[in-house]
């Protein structure tokens, strides 16, 4: 049996007259930049996402660097971002001219431990950047509280969150802003690199629309230097058609979730994700177990045709281009422990029970993990 990590293959199968006629349409009409399916997708999305707005963009990274360019960050302005995330949380900051700092994760749940992050603040603050990793709310009331003592920002790095809720309430919603991905194995990816910001800030909202577009309104008139970072009208299609779907597939993956936990809750060598707090809704963009020995575990999967993956092998600070980011008197041991166990399982709507009893069968035994 051969099982990827996530068969989009499959997933276009199941709505493949919907999405060859939603393309057709467009390349009927010929309008390929910023047209209707962009707008009617923003409009939507804003309202899955309980914002106002929604600011179609290029891509998950750009969503993060525009936000914080509209911020207009200085070269000494901080924002705090976890250490176990995509390097992209990182370069959002970066690419805005802005400086991470880093803040260690929890043990339970891989998500920015709140009660780390005040240590982390200076004069030079001025967000928070909490990333609800693996499609999990970070504790956002806690964090909240901390941003409004400091007089900071909450931005949400939403990549991975699409649907998640936290105590009823979408992510999306949670904070200033928030950056979303569409990459193609996201619950809600198009068919190439897209992104999206919702945010209930009028004024940013309308800042961002002009600098995705190369700083103008009007054709030709360009009032600042800006980017060329707009969703494109084919993506926005897919996106559409897709989102139609998005709570059904969120669900059927809540579901497998429930299956893998079960079948692996005697597992003394494994250690499961969390329990979904109450009012909280977890999307399980990934399934992801902590197993010491990973490299043996993962080599054996592979081996028997199942395509598992790591989520993240890296900690920020163990990559070349964020050493730097090793702060002084502060540990990052959860975030080097995650990198050192996390695994992740086959993990998308259209996964049968059949496929899960594989993998976990196949899924050698071993000595416990660090964090058990």
Known sequence: MNIPLVDLKAQYQSIRAEVNSALQSVLDDACFILGPPV???????????????????????????????????????????????????ALGVSLAGGQPVLVDVRREDGLIDPEKIEAAITPRTRAILPVHLYGRCAEMDRIHEIARSHDLLVIEDACQAHGATYHGRPAGSLGHAAAFSFYPGKNLGCYGD??????????????????????????????????????????????????????????????????????????????????????????????????????????????????????YPFPVHR????????????????????????????MFPELTDRQIDYVVDHLPAGRMSRAA
């Open 39 to 89: 707008t009617r997708f923003e409009t939507d999305f804003a309202k899955f996402c309980g914002a106002p707005h929604c600011v179609g963009v290029a891509s998950g990274t750009d969503a993060l660097q525009l936000i914080f360019r509209a911020m207009e960050l200085r070269p000494t302005d901080e924002v705090i971002v976890p250490a176990f995330t995509f390097v992209a949380t």
């Open 194 to 311: 897209g992104g999206a910001i919702t945010t209930a800030d009028s004024d940013l909202a309308d800042r961002l629309r002009l600098m995705r577009n190369w700083g103008s309104r009007k054709k030709y008139h360009h009032e600042e230097v800006a980017f060329n970072s707009r969703l494109d009208t084919v993506q926005a299609a897919v996106l559409e058609v897709k989102l139609a779907r998005l709570a059904e597939w969120n669900s059927q993956r809540g579901s497998h979730a429930a299956a893998y936990s079960q079948r692996l809750s005697r597992r003394g060598d494994v250690v499961l994700p969390p329990a979904v707090s109450a009012g909280c809704n977890d999307t399980w963009h990934l399934y992801v177990i902590r197993v010491a020995s990973r490299a043996e575990k993962l080599q054996t999967l592979e081996q028997h045709g199942i395509g598992a993956g790591i989520h």
């Open 319 to 346: 990559l070349k281009a964020y050493r730097h980011l090793q702060p002084e008197g502060r540990s990052l041991w959860e975030s080097e422990a995650w990198a050192d166990e996390c695994l992740s399982l086959p």
